[in-house]
């Protein structure tokens, strides 16, 4: 049974407090920094670059995803695996060379993910599944924080489970102490959590806390 990590994601977070919140996720226990980049075209919404990742970098030494919600993305992979990114993730949907995106991802010394959104088919993944460290399936239509959890999420993570019994899943959107366990259930190893931290009537801690109990 692998350990459930809990990824905390800073489009939910306070941007003036950027560095802050950061560390109050590290000291909250956190086991990765999840940084959601958009580029207002293959979502519309518009939030991240390098940059952003680099201040992360100084002030954690958590492991931090780069999730690429853009249009060609292997534009920008060099710019994120300099910046300190540990991991890059990019969607199935956003380019036509994926294989190649990926081996270069690794070749820069990143680790590589691929994200399905919620209306690609799991079949998507069969082909590239050995070449990556994680599958992100997004439980929310991607591009906002703090939407609602697909109710047919689970269903979907279970037949990535039966594609892989070893490949890490990981879940973003709309995870909290609700949904958390319904996607363990079905598989699920990583949990992105954005305003269910970021958000959090308690603070950062209580409300990685509650994922954490609510799986535990
Ligand atoms: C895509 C974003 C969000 C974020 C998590 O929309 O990438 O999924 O990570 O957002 P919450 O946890 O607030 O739904």
Not at 160 to 166: F, I, Q
């Amino acid at each position: 049974m692998r350990r459930i990590e809990v990824v905390p994601s800073i489009l939910s977070a306070d941007a003036g407090r950027l560095a802050e919140q950061v560390k109050e996720a590290e000291a909250g226990g956190a086991d990765r920094i999840q940084v959601d980049v958009m580029d207002g075209h293959f979502v519309p919404n518009l939030t991240f670059g390098p940059l952003v990742v680099e201040a992360v970098r100084a002030v954690t030494t958590l492991p931090i995803e780069a999730h690429l919600m853009v249009e060609r993305p292997e534009l920008f992979i060099e710019a994120f695996a300099k910046s300190g990114a540990t991991m890059i993730e990019v969607q199935v949907e956003s380019t036509t060379s994926l294989y190649r995106t990926v081996q270069t991802i690794k070749e820069l010394g990143a680790q590589a993910a691929v994200v399905i959104n919620p209306a690609t088919p799991v079949e998507e993944l069969r082909e590239i599944l050995p070449y990556v460290d994680l599958v992100n399936v997004m439980t929310v239509e991607p591009g906002f924080g703090g939407q609602k959890f697909i109710a047919g999420s689970p269903e979907k993570i279970r037949r990535v489970r039966a594609l892989s019994p070893d490949v890490e899943i990981e879940v973003d959107g709309g995870i909290d102490a609700r949904t958390a366990p319904l996607v363990v259930a079905a598989g699920a190893t990583v949990l992105v959590a954005g305003n269910s931290v970021y958000g959090y009537k308690g603070g950062v801690a209580a409300g990685i806390k509650a994922i954490r109990d609510a799986v535990d």
